[in-house]
């Protein structure tokens, strides 16, 4: 008995060893119930190998392949390519609306004042953010342009890099440009992947004893030669130097991951499945003729002559007709043709034979659910809609597309606030700061109140584009029906609809005003013939006059 518990601890051993050699990342079956983790017959879960590890650890070591791969599937794929820029209309649009929110409490700005400081903000930072001379420090982009590139960075690399400097009197004289504060896109993989925890930096960003970003290490290019450089992340003053911004999924990490990465697989399937149908369907051909004879073939041939040499009666004689009766249809098929060209023709063929044409059977009926199965995995791992991925909105309803909307909308919300308004926010603020230092917007206090008071005068929201409907009509009379019951305002559903509701305000006043000077009626006051409460009250007078 202890000979037969031996070999069995032996066994047993020796079994651990192999699967730890094949799958060294399974974990050995456990007797033991569990809740968590409880395997199928089949071992499901223990043939699939997981390593735990921190996050930033799995960026840093998937980080080169994950980018690499990414910018290959937008570049040659027409459908990720896009998806990418639905993603980007659906976020910015054309651009994100600047909403200058600054509290001036304490300062001895009156509410008039208040708003005329605003409007002229935003007059102002509307002519440099699309003068691309005045914004980019290579004078080439505008900064709407500089957020659409952004988000395509953080599509692709998960993570967008750009410096914020200042560019001195001397050389803005040079260009014949005003402004000092300039935005210089840097590609992340200049961002270096070096890591030196004893330095603290890590994959490129270097941190004090607290974890906060200090310097970031960039590899440039100078007269074609590479340097690496470091960047302060801020000035002395507290002015962004640097601007990284990425999505970051645990509170450690120190790089952002492709918005890809998920979908590497799904996508390469979908390659390979439309890959191979087409191979199919190109093998078949458009069609496919068949001859179907029943001329005998070399076997039969054999047999006949083994039924010769075997010396039974008649045998030489039923040889001999069968030749005959075979050489009389060669004879009749030699009269007939058979042509499969440009000119086809055909005419009679020989007794026994049928033609028939094969049409081509790919894909088949389980390639569109297969197939959309796939688009629907992806879809969803990048944030959009299955119609806005695949422009197939074949089973699509009212309802369905409303929900499918209404899902993906804070989806979108979120990433306009934390990827693409960082890309509008930095250069604001050090424009501003510059604004105001140079006095080309009065302060109040001047920039020393400025100054003391930053991070509360550079506060602004950032308005979008409004949230897609599947029926415009059905939305407005919602809209109109909150505004009724007191749920809503002006200014919120204007900006459901991405329109500034300080614009909003001045452009009726002004065209109020306008029709009101002219001696003509205001399409604004209530009674007109526009107002539809004042349609609806007249309506059943107009019908008993009527």
């Known amino acids: 008995m202890a000979e037969q518990g031996s070999m069995k601890a032996g066994l047993t051993s020796m079994i651990g060893r192999l699967r730890s050699i094949f799958a060294p990342g399974a974990a050995a079956p456990d007797a033991r119930p569990t809740a968590y983790l409880r395997d199928t017959r089949s071992g499901v879960i223990a043939s699939r190998p997981a390593v735990l590890r921190e996050h930033r650890d799995e960026i840093r070591r998937a980080w080169d392949r994950t980018a690499a791969l990414a910018m290959d599937l937008i570049q040659n794929s027409g459908r990720i390519k896009g998806a990418c820029d639905q993603i980007i209309g659906d976020t910015v649009g054309t651009e994100l609306t600047l909403n200058p929110q600054p509290d001036l409490s304490g300062l001895g700005y009156s509410d008039a004042e208040r708003r005329d400081l605003i409007s ?97 290490r960039f590899r440039t290019r100078a007269d074609g030669i590479l340097e690496t450089r470091d960047f302060a992340a801020r000035d002395a003053d507290g002015r962004s ?8 999924m645990d509170a450690t990490d120190v790089r952002g991951i492709s918005l890809l990465a998920p979908t590497f697989r799904r996508h390469i399937q979908h390659e390979m499945l439309d890959d191979a149908t087409l191979q199919m369907a190109v093998l078949q ?64 063929i020989a007794p026994g034979e049928k033609l028939s044409i094969e049409t081509a059977k790919i894909p088949g009926g389980e390639y569109l659910p297969f197939a959309d199965a796939l688009s629907r995995d992806m879809a969803r791992a990048m944030g959009i809609t299955f119609g806005g991925l695949t422009m197939n909105y ?20 979120r990433r306009r606030e934390r990827i693409a308004a960082p890309h509008y926010q930095g250069p604001y603020e050090n424009w501003l700061d510059e604004e105001i230092g140079e006095g080309r917007i009065p302060f109040k206090g001047g920039y020393e109140a400025f100054l003391a008071n930053r991070e509360r005068i550079c506060w602004a929201t950032w308005q979008g ?23 809503t305002s002006i200014a919120h559903e204007a900006g459901e ?39 609806r009250d007249e309506a059943p007078a107009a019908r008993k006059q009527a």
Request: charged share 25%; proline share 6%.
């Open 241 to 248: 130097q640097v601007q990284h911004i990425f999505d970051p």
């Open 285 to 348: 051909t458009i069609y496919a003729i068949v001859l179907t004879s029943e001329a005998p073939s070399a076997d039969a041939f054999e047999a006949l002559e083994v039924l010769k040499e075997s010396g039974a009666d008649n045998a030489q004689q039923i040889a001999q007709e069968f030749a005959n009766y075979y050489e009389a249809q060669l004879e009749q098929a030699s009269k007939s043709k058979i042509n499969v060209s440009p000119d086809p023709t055909i005419s009679h």
């Open 465 to 487: 584009p409004a949230k897609p409907t599947a029926d415009d009509l059905k939305s407005a009379k919602a809209s109109s029906e909150k505004m009724a019951n007191g749920t």
């Open 120 to 216: 002229l903000i935003k007059k102002r930072w509307k002519m440099y953010a699309w003068n691309a001379s005045e914004c980019d420090f290579r004078g080439k982009l505008t900064i709407p342009q500089q957020a659409d590139i952004g988000i395509r960075w953080w599509i692709a690399y998960g993570e967008s890099t750009s410096i914020l400097s200042f560019m001195p009197a001397a050389q803005r004289r040079r260009y014949g440009i005003t402004t000092g504060s300039k935005v210089l896109m840097v590609p992340p993989i200049r961002l270096v992947r070096e890591t030196q925890e004893a330095l603290r930096l890590y994959q490129g960003v270097f941190h004090d004893e607290n974890g906060r970003a200090t310097k970031y």
């Open 497 to 535: 609809l991405g329109v500034d509701p300080d614009e909003l305000f001045e452009q009726r006043l002004m065209e109020h005003k306008r029709y009101i000077d002219a001696g003509m009626r205001s399409p604004y006051d209530r009674g007109a013939p526009s107002d539809p409460a004042d349609e």
């Open 394 to 413: 074949r089973d699509a309803t009212y309802s369905s597309v409303r929900m499918e909307t209404s899902s993906l909308w804070p989806v979108v919300q």
